[in-house]
């Protein structure tokens, strides 16, 4: 019995899925199994109408806001944060925010830009150690690019453009949430933008294309402005990310074909292990559609193996069971095996919920300058 399929729970037989899952082993015909699932790659994958906005210096960190258009909806604000002084060059990092039933705000949510963080932001990163973690790795000696991604933050669905039904079940609803979704009108518009996310992916479905690929190809612009900058050494660029942002990142990782290196934060397990009572939790990210046919998550996350991957499981992770990210682990372990280069995949096991804390941001911010630097 699956717990939240009850007396349905012998669909998943009929279904054919059961525990199994097809295994898309790394390599050209799953990166192209991948993008034909995605279903959005527009011929041009970089930002156009290049504007910079601000730039600012404080706290050893030299910060500017920029912003482009993806060619769709309104623009794309983003920050740039590096080491202040840095003369030469440097590593580049696609810091990607996370999902956490809060589009309100995107960059905000892991880093600090020249004005104080909201209010909200000080009980939010809690799944952060405290800190704004893409400020953090700045300091370490990276050129670090945050950005909202649609429909997070800038890119956000305005409150009216949602339909009446959803509107009023936010109000409804959002007394009863979370306090990490904010208070009064932030509050309600957290839950709606949770509630419309189901919309929208069924426009996605409409028009060809899925919520996780309109993601990796904004992912994909930014980071074509990240290796274009000046101050950044274009073949040394990596992403990460927790959560959401984890989702993001392996499918960056799976997507762009100048990427160099990839975190992944508590979001990796296998299809199978979310099947008893973890699907309801996630993203549309992690469920592309048609994806389940060919192959697993771990598969997706690993298509470009031998593309170093670190890969961090919190073994008390509410969003997963721990067998389905041992079982995610050991099928990682075996596609870089494959590759030729068991090395270049790390998994690391803490104790803990859902987070990326202090000692797994030091851990993972070492690995990538092992990578990167």
């Not at 975190?263 to 048609?290: C, E, K, N, Q």
Request: proline fraction near 7%; aromatic fraction near 10%; charge should be negative.
């Amino acid at each position: 019995m699956y717990r939240e399929l009850g007396i349905y729970s012998d669909w998943v037989a009929a279904a054919g899925r059961g525990e199994s899952f097809p295994v898309a082993h790394p390599g050209p015909e799953t990166q192209r199994l991948v993008r034909d699932v995605l279903g959005f790659f527009p011929p041009e994958e970089h930002p156009t109408d290049l504007h910079t906005e601000d730039r600012w210096e404080q706290d050893g960190l030299q910060g500017e806001e920029v912003s482009w258009s993806v060619g769709y909806g309104p623009r794309t604000r983003a920050w740039v944060l590096k080491p202040a002084g840095a003369a030469e060059p440097l590593p580049g990092v696609l810091a990607l925010h996370d999902h956490g039933d809060f589009k309100f705000y995107g960059k905000e949510k892991i880093a600090d830009g020249p004005e104080p963080p909201a209010a909200i932001m000080t009980a939010y990163r809690q799944y952060y150690g405290g800190r704004a973690f893409a400020n953090a790795l700045a300091r370490e000696g990276f050129v670090v690019l945050v950005h909202d991604v649609f429909p997070w933050g800038s890119r956000r669905f305005p409150l009216e453009s949602m339909p009446e039904f959803v509107r009023q079940s936010a109000e409804t609803l959002a007394p009863s949430a979370s306090p990490l979704l904010g208070e009064d009108e932030m509050a309600v518009y957290n839950v709606a933008a949770d509630l419309h996310e189901h919309i929208v992916e069924k426009y996605c479905n409409l028009l060809g294309t899925t919520f996780a690929g309109v993601i990796s190809y904004e992912d994909r612009v930014a980071a074509a402005y990240l290796e274009s900058r000046r101050d950044v050494i274009s073949d040394r660029v990596g992403c990460i990310g927790l959560s959401g942002g984890g989702s993001r990142s392996a499918l960056l990782a799976a997507t762009c074909d100048h990427l160099s290196a990839a975190v992944i934060i508590g979001m990796m397990g296998t299809y199978g292990g979310l099947l008893d009572r973890h699907v309801s939790t996630h993203t549309w990210m992690l469920f592309p559609a048609g994806w389940p046919r060919h192959g697993d998550w771990p598969d997706l996350a690993a298509c470009r193996a031998p593309l170093p991957l670190l890969v961090q499981y919190d073994l008390d992770d509410e969003l997963y069971s721990v067998e389905g990210m041992r079982a995610a682990h050991e099928r990682l372990q075996e596609h870089y095996a494959e590759a030729g280069a068991p090395d270049a995949y790390t998994g690391e096991f803490y104790p803990g919920p859902h987070k990326f804390d202090l000692d797994m941001q030091e851990a993972a911010f070492a690995w990538l300058k092992a990578r990167l630097a």
